[in-house]
């Protein structure tokens, strides 16, 4: 998972997919009604990253869990 953010100066956060622990998803009665939110990533140890004005969150949370599964090898 890579983010980045920033027009004049550029921030990065990388988590490497097999560090991910979690994904969660925040919506406020606006977000609902027009599909966004902000996406939480949690990683091992401390690492976190929210990742707000995400478009369709619900979907990118079920598209990582699916990646995750298939790399623990359940289905």
Same mark, same amino acid.
């Given at each position: 998972v890579i983010i980045k953010t920033g027009l004049l100066s550029c921030n990065a956060f990388e988590l490497n997919l097999v560090k991910v622990e979690s994904v969660q998803v925040r919506q406020g009665f606006f977000g609902?009604?027009? =599909?966004y939110g902000t996406v939480?990533? =949690?990683?091992t140890g401390s690492s976190s990253q929210d990742i707000s004005g995400i478009d369709r969150p619900l979907e990118f949370k079920k598209v990582v869990n699916k990646i995750l599964d298939g790399l623990n090898g359940t289905r």
């Open positions: 609902q009604m027009f =599909n939480c990533v =949690n990683g």
